[in-house]
């Protein structure tokens, strides 16, 4: 069951890796991409903490809501929406429902309208996928999150920037998927699965 304290703490683990991994996220996405994703997100991550220091949270609707509004407005590129419209549509989810299969399942649907990308286009949604399948069953690990980032160094990228390559976006791990890899090992550290 996802608590607010559990979730707080899963963000608050997802900012500082995002930030501990700010060079290398780059790194990442200049080989593909623009060279900010790391720069991007780590502002948004900085923002989020602010926010999240001095706000009281109570349940989980208004937590992701802050959190989902404050990336779509302090990020830039791609990730600010996409990752923004995840946490808002889960957000909209927690009113009714504390089950992590549902709310990630309302992220994933939001980044896959919003970004139009299906599995195996070398997006974020091929982190995410696999990941929300584990968690459904429950056998998600920390082994899972990287065979799957690992899987999208052999993908053509299909979809955004990275398309403009063609051919030559195969050999790079996705930094949405790597950056997703950081959501969901946090998650796990965070102990947001546990019963």
Same mark, same amino acid.
């Given at each position: 069951?996802?608590t607010p304290?559990k979730v707080?703490?899963? !963000?608050?683990?997802?900012?500082?890796? !995002?930030? *501990?991994?700010?060079?290398?996220?780059?790194? #990442?996405?200049t080989a593909?991409?623009?060279? *900010?994703?790391g720069s991007?997100?780590?502002?948004?991550?900085?923002?989020?903490? @602010?926010?999240? #220091?001095?706000?009281?949270?109570d349940?989980?609707s208004d937590l992701f809501?802050?959190?989902?509004?404050? #990336?779509?407005?302090?990020?830039?590129?791609?990730? &600010?929406?996409?990752?923004g419209?995840?946490f808002?549509e889960?957000?909209?989810?927690a009113?009714?429902?504390q *089950? !992590?299969? @549902?709310?990630?399942?309302?992220?994933?649907?939001? !980044?896959? $309208?919003? &970004?139009?990308? @299906?599995?195996g @286009?070398?997006?974020?949604? *091929?982190?995410?996928?696999p990941?929300i399948?584990?968690v459904k069953?429950g056998?998600?690990?920390?082994?899972l999150i990287a065979?799957?980032?690992? $899987?999208?160094?052999d993908?053509?990228?299909?979809?955004g920037?990275?398309?403009?390559?063609?051919?030559?976006s195969?050999?790079h791990?996705?930094p949405g998927?790597?950056?997703?890899?950081y959501?969901?090992e946090?998650? #796990?550290?965070?102990?947001?699965?546990?019963?």
């Amino acid at each position: 069951m996802a608590t607010p304290e559990k979730v707080s703490h899963w !963000i608050e683990a997802f900012g500082q890796k !995002i930030t *501990d991994n700010k060079a290398y996220l780059n790194e #990442l996405d200049t080989a593909i991409g623009d060279g *900010d994703h790391g720069s991007n997100l780590t502002r948004g991550a900085a923002a989020i903490k @602010e926010k999240m #220091l001095e706000t009281e949270y109570d349940n989980l609707s208004d937590l992701f809501k802050d959190v989902g509004m404050t #990336l779509v407005s302090k990020v830039g590129g791609a990730s &600010g929406p996409l990752y923004g419209t995840a946490f808002i549509e889960m957000a909209k989810t927690a009113k009714n429902s504390q *089950d !992590i299969n @549902e709310l990630l399942q309302a992220g994933l649907d939001g !980044i896959q $309208k919003r &970004g139009k990308a @299906e599995a195996g @286009e070398k997006t974020m949604v *091929d982190e995410w996928i696999p990941v929300i399948e584990a968690v459904k069953s429950g056998s998600l690990s920390n082994e899972l999150i990287a065979e799957s980032l690992q $899987k999208t160094k052999d993908m053509k990228a299909t979809k955004g920037r990275a398309s403009y390559l063609g051919e030559r976006s195969i050999g790079h791990i996705d930094p949405g998927a790597q950056s997703s890899a950081y959501l969901f090992e946090t998650m #796990l550290e965070a102990g947001v699965l546990d019963e």
